[in-house]
C-alpha cells in the first residue's frame, strides 16, 4: 500500500532557528502539495509542484518560507528563522494530476500523517 | 481568504442517527468538491467526491449532496456510528487550476 511519508512526525525547535520537514510522495505521483492546519484556517494551502516545479507559492509567507523538490522522490519545507505562530501540523501530500479542474485529477490526493511543529 | 468554509466546528450524534455536515464555497470556478476525514495523528483520507454536473452522490452510508446555486453541500452519514467520529474536511477544485482548497473541518463526535 504505496503511502506518502513526511519525516520529522514532531519538531519542537526555538524561535529563530531553521527548520527543514521532508516529504517523500508516492511514486509515480507528478504533483505534491504544502499544507499546514491551524485551529483558525483548517488545512491552508501553502504551495504545490508540479514535475518538481512550483506552480503556486503563495499560501507561503516568502520572507521565511521556502519550498523546494531536489529530486521527484523528494520535497521540502524550510522555514528560516522560525517563529512560535509557525507551530502547526504540516501535511505534505501526492497526487497524479494532468490538466486543469476536476477531471485532472486521476485519483484523489494522499496525505502523509504530518509533521507536527512547535516553535519555543 | 477563506474560499471553503465549514460554519460548525463540531457536531455531536447519537449512534444510528443520521450525521449531516455542511460546507459553503464563495468561488464560482469551483467544480469539484470531495469531502476527507481525519483521525487524530494521521492525515487526512479521501471520503467521497462529486463533481458540479450532478447534484448527488452516494457511497454506502454516505452521501454528499450539491446545490450549486446556494452555493452549499453536505455529507450525510447514516446510520452514524462510533468509528466516524472523526474530524471532516471539505475541500473544492476549481475548473482552470489544480488547487485543492480545504474547509477548517468539522468534528464529529458519535456518542454509542
Known amino acids: 500500500d504505496a503511502r506518502v511519508t513526511q519525516t520529522p512526525r514532531h519538531k519542537v525547535t526555538e524561535m529563530g532557528q531553521e527548520v527543514t520537514m521532508r516529504c517523500q510522495p508516492i511514486l509515480g505521483h507528478n504533483t505534491v502539495f504544502w499544507y499546514r492546519q491551524t485551529m483558525m484556517q483548517g488545512l491552508e494551502l501553502l504551495a504545490y509542484?508540479?514535475?518538481?516545479?512550483?506552480?503556486?507559492d503563495s499560501g507561503m509567507p516568502k520572507d521565511r518560507f521556502s519550498a523546494e523538490m531536489p529530486d521527484a522522490t523528494l520535497a521540502t519545507l524550510k522555514i528560516q528563522p522560525s517563529e512560535p505562530r509557525d507551530s502547526a501540523v504540516y501535511f505534505c501530500?501526492?497526487?497524479?494530476?494532468?490538466?486543469?479542474?476536476?477531471?485532472?485529477?486521476?485519483?484523489?490526493?494522499?496525505f502523509g500523517n504530518g509533521t507536527r511543529l512547535t516553535v519555543t | 481568504d477563506q474560499q471553503v468554509k465549514q460554519n460548525s466546528p463540531s457536531l455531536s450524534v447519537q449512534e444510528g442517527r443520521i450525521s449531516i455536515l455542511n460546507c459553503d464555497y464563495t468561488n464560482s470556478m469551483f467544480d469539484y468538491f470531495l469531502w476527507y476525514k481525519k483521525y487524530p495523528a494521521e492525515g487526512p483520507t479521501f471520503l467521497i467526491s462529486i463533481s458540479s454536473i450532478k447534484d448527488k452522490n452516494e457511497d454506502g452510508r454516505f452521501t454528499v449532496f450539491l446545490n450549486k446555486s446556494a452555493k452549499h453541500l453536505s455529507l450525510h452519514i447514516v446510520p452514524s456510528q462510533p468509528g466516524d467520529s472523526a474530524v471532516y474536511f471539505c475541500a473544492a477544485i476549481a475548473y482552470n487550476n489544480n488547487d485543492m482548497r480545504f474547509g477548517a473541518g468539522t468534528r464529529l463526535t458519535v456518542k454509542p
Open positions: 509542484f508540479r514535475n518538481r516545479a512550483p506552480l503556486d
Open positions: 501530500a501526492s497526487g497524479l494530476v494532468r490538466g486543469t479542474g476536476a477531471s485532472s485529477y486521476n485519483s484523489p490526493l494522499h
